[in-house]
């Protein structure tokens, strides 16, 4: 089974894509771009939005809140170096970087604080929403 063909059925089931990429996955994959209206990227992180649980139903909830669904979402968890590599796989409206370590230099992309560390200090609210505000600006 090619590595493409068994993305595919595993992305159909739901199962997490940092859970079976591999490292030279990108180069096969980056030939067809993915279209969505937000791509969200963290990287490898102990509270990952990318597995279902309290972080992850948190991050629905602030992306929710400027109007986006779940199916106009894609959440991947990357290394720093795969940063520009992965962004070129993608053709996306938005991009959401939310790790300390994942600096870009293009402006169409937002940096905003990872949820887990909203949940552990409520006073990031504040500028979480401001910079979700310019997101929201942006899909209009």
Request: a negative charge; one cysteine or more; charged letters at 25%.
């Amino acid at each position: 089974m090619k590595q493409l063909e068994r993305a595919k059925y595993l992305e159909a089931f739901g199962v997490p894509e940092f859970l079976y990429s591999e490292p030279n996955y990108a180069i096969e994959v980056s030939k067809q771009k993915t279209c969505i209206q937000c791509l969200v990227i963290e990287t490898q992180n102990a509270h990952s939005f990318c597995q279902t649980g309290k972080t992850q139903d948190f991050l629905f909830k602030m992306l929710g809140a400027i109007g986006l669904e779940r199916s106009n979402v894609k959440c991947i968890v990357i290394d720093v170096v795969d940063l520009e590599c992965t962004l070129e796989q993608y053709d996306a409206k938005t991009v959401l970087l939310m790790s300390k370590n994942l600096l870009s230099n293009a402006q169409e992309y937002f940096y905003t604080h990872h949820p887990s560390e909203i949940l552990n200090n409520e006073t990031l609210k504040r500028e979480v929403w401001e910079v979700l505000k310019q997101l929201q600006q942006c899909l209009k």
